[in-house]
């Protein structure tokens, strides 16, 4: 008996072994459907399947967070957790009705694109489940109080927060906007800030469902025991008198045009050190995704593929790798996620996907990878057929394809742009995408540090300062040279440095009243040109020397320094000398300061501590002071 029995079973499953062998011929995978519009605008799809006594419901909403204005982020996930709070007519815990028929696969989701809602249920519940989808779809506001509201911001909070804190929790923030620049409505993650979600009100939130909730806005699809005309009569029984709603915004392709790489580090506490790297390549529904879909499928997906040959069997310098396209409506994510060993060289990593990558992009794939990859892919869309509904199934399939392509049955399209992609076509659209643009992140564990023992009373106040030392200064050396001229010298040899400063009694406070800035103006001048040198000349000889000569002017008095090294002090003397006794003042060199000085001078009037400086004096001394 144990033999027939399990014989049986594999006659039973034998069709579906068949039909992975031939999957290649994309005919054989087919999912019969028709496809209705209610006169409010409500896209119904309709599967017949009667091989169990069971309906998938899956609702999607062409809305996501991609749709969130600035400041609004987390709103569709919010929103989300509100339609399983009641509604108008069933103000009450949505799943309740539905667990006592025995549903199953029920749930809700978000992301960037889309909201859905899905549930497969026994065809003798299709009615009831029908009226609790349109009554949360059609009379939710009335039941959307500040309590509930409250309630859902608070569990979605701390949703984020526990995401937050897993290891490797705040990736996709930091990828999210590595990848797309400001203004794309991919830059933030579908969870939204903390600060937003705050500021959320229930006004918002009514808008909110106003905006995107409407009939036009919605695919449903009903996959299974039933018939398009008993499921066209039940969707226009319950979803009929549901508004349109407005029109909906629809955003165009936005693949970000990267010309440059870019490379950031993160640490974080987290158990291994982990590289990533993305590039934004084309939307969902374009051929060159499904090529580079195989093409993340060879470099990195299963034992075979090429990244987890070198990095996890050979060289064993990774724990995983994973190559994958994150597949969005408006542009996608290609990304290569490596999770290394202790103990390995990041560097050493790196220089192995560089290689691995240059020789995908220049030869392509073998003709037994591609193969191996479309077979493989083949296999996991007809395994996912199997089911009708829930995360994945045939219900999900012909919504996708309604939602971002406008087709319930563009899933044969994208199978046959796979089947038919051919090894120069999935290398050049490799190359063509990941050449250059690449984003990297890498995830370092932050240092086990933990603070000492604490070995003071700090409740003891300040610690006494103990007796400051005398300073000693320099003795001061004073001479006179025969012309009069003072000089002092304060003699230190801690380092071989000359500094000197040559001052004349006369500052600004000299200044002709009819002129003033004469003082400041004419010490700049000094090193402007010399009756020997010009102005290039002079810092041409300063910068080979080492020296650093300047001018300033004061309310008093007016200084040239130079600082020069004491190996080149004779050089730098005949340069200083040159600047003091000499200055040649040339109109030429005039002309060309004038014009930064009242531009200087502009600036200064446009600063309210400068344009007070300016009108203090006046007040303080008298205008003839």
Known sequence: MKFLQSFKFILMSLPFVCATGVAQDSSRIDIPFD????????????????KAPIVAVSIWYHVGS???????????????????????????EFFEPLEQVGATAM??????????????????ALEMTLWLESDRMGHLLGAVTQEKLDEQRGVVQNEKRQGDSQPYGKVEYR??????????PYRHSTIGSMADLDAASLEDVHQWFKDYYGAANTVLVLAGDINTAEATALAQKYFGDIPAGPPVKRMMAMVPERTVDSHEVMYDRVPHTRTYRYWAV?????????????????????KNSRLYQALVYKNQLANTVAVYVENHELASIFTIDVKLKAGTSLDEVNAIIDAELTRFLSFGPSKAELDRVKTQANARMIRGLEQIGGFSGKATALARGELYAGDPGFYRTSNDWMNAAG???????????????????????FGDYAPAESQIDRSAGLPPVGNLPDLTFPEIQRAELSNGLDVVLAERHAVPVINMVFQFDAGYAADSFGKPGTADF?????????ANRSAL??????EQLGAEISTSSNLDMSSVRLSAMSDKLPRSLNLFADIVRNPAFDQAEIDRQRPRWIARIRQEKSQPVQLALRNLPPLLYGKDH
């Open 423 to 445: 090894e120069m076509e999935v290398r050049d659209t490799a190359a063509k995408w990941l050449s250059k643009g690449r984003y990297q992140l890498d995830v370092i564990p």
């Open 522 to 530: 004419t010490m700049s001048m000094l090193d402007e040109g010399t």
């Open 66 to 92: 991609k749709d969130e204005p600035e400041g609004k982020t987390g709103f569709a996930h919010l929103f989300e957790h509100l339609m399983f709070n009641g509604s108008e007519n069933h103000d009450a």
């Open 107 to 124: 749930n809700g989701t978000t992301w960037f694109d889309r909201t859905n809602y899905f549930e497969n249920v026994p065809t003798p």
């Open 35 to 50: 496809k209705v519009t209610l006169d409010n605008g409500l896209t119904l799809i309709v599967h017949e399947d009667r």
């Open 175 to 184: 990828y999210l906007e590595g990848v797309f620049p400001p203004g794309h």
């Open 282 to 302: 084309p939307g969902r529904t374009k051929q060159e995704n499904i090529q580079l879909n195989l093409a993340a499928s060879i470099l990195g997906s299963g």
């Open 537 to 542: 000349e002079i810092s041409l000889e300063a």
